[in-house]
């Protein structure tokens, strides 16, 4: 064979010579390749997909009026079988009736579309600011200087008892539990991120970027928070059901909100705690509370570990 057949001129490209073969990455696309790698968590998040729909759409479709049948005395406090004996199979009677002749379940799923939407209000608010307030904590030193005393001080207030005080000053309401629960509740989220971006703020590419002439928003914007969203997505599992449990637990100690949310439910159903034949009232909502709040919890927190960029090797 000749050299030409043996060989031949390869034309060299500037830019075909900087271009790197390697697999096309997509970060929220390995984040989702992790979570749902996990079978349990395709459970957990149809549990929570269900737990939505019923507190959102169910009350929509249904005519809940507590008061409805207030005048009738044979349908208050039904055991689930009583009931369903009374009415007939229908499935708002399947945990009974209350106090005033009420179907347990439909207040239930009232009560916890109250308490989700409250979650998830308060925690895009604590989360917003916190993440942001953190951010700037962490690289001034002059702001980290006076945070740190108003940390300090406001730290070291008993969350439980500074919402307590906010709701008897004000008129109880939605909204008014909502302010308590985000009036200091985004500062220990700006701790928590304040101390990620101390840690990160003086690694070697953040350095390159500052000699670069990089501004310091866009540092923290573009080199930091991304590099956090692991952090951030665990604490907003932290969160939201947290919420959930301090309104619980403040309606059931009497410093709650007016609207029939699940702490109400359980606080007004106390007594049937003892009493045979009506402790459906006092469980079921109990029961449904513990579900949202672990199910919130688990999902966020296996979403959280799946956002760790070292988990999607």
Not at 74 to 79: G, P, Y
Not at 263 to 274: D, K, N, Q, W, Y
Not at 298 to 307: R, T, W
Request: aromatic share 14%; glycine share 6%.
């Amino acid at each position: 064979m000749t050299e030409e057949q043996l060989f031949s001129f390869h034309a060299h490209s500037d830019l075909e010579s900087e271009k790197i073969t390697a697999p096309r990455y997509s970060y929220w696309q390995s984040v989702f390749r992790v979570f749902f790698r996990k079978k349990i968590n395709i459970v957990i998040l149809s549990v929570l997909a269900v737990l939505v729909l019923f507190a959102y759409i169910y009350p929509a479709l249904t005519d809940y009026d507590k008061y409805g049948e207030l005048l009738n005395p044979e349908v208050k406090h039904l055991s689930p079988s009583a009931a369903i004996e009374y009415y007939g199979f229908h499935l708002k009677y399947i945990l009974g009736t209350g106090a005033a002749g009420q179907s347990t379940f439909d207040a239930i799923w009232n009560g916890s579309r109250i308490s989700i939407s409250l979650a998830f209000i308060c925690g895009a608010i604590n989360m917003t600011v916190g993440v942001l307030v953190g951010a700037v904590w962490g690289f001034s030193k002059k702001v980290d200087a006076f945070m740190m005393e108003v940390y300090n001080i406001l730290g070291n207030i008993p969350y439980v008892l500074l919402i307590s005080v906010l709701l008897m000053l004000f008129t109880p309401s939605f909204w008014t539990m909502v302010f308590a629960l985000t009036v200091t509740g985004w500062l220990y989220i700006a701790y928590a991120i304040r101390i990620q971006v101390v840690i990160i703020r003086d690694r070697e590419y953040n350095l390159a970027s500052k000699c670069l002439g990089t501004s310091t928003p866009k540092i923290a914007i573009k080199n930091i928070l991304p590099f956090m969203t692991s952090v951030i997505v665990t604490l907003l599992a932290t969160e939201i059901p947290s919420y959930i449990s301090y309104e619980v637990f403040l309606a059931y100690i009497g410093r709650g909100i007016p609207e029939m949310t699940l702490g109400r439910l359980i606080f007004e159903a106390e007594s049937s705690m003892v009493t045979p034949g009506w402790q459906f009232e006092f469980w079921s909502p109990v029961a449904i509370s513990v579900i949202i709040t672990v199910v919130l919890y688990v999902v966020g927190l296996n979403l959280g570990d799946a956002s760790d960029p070292r988990t999607h090797m």
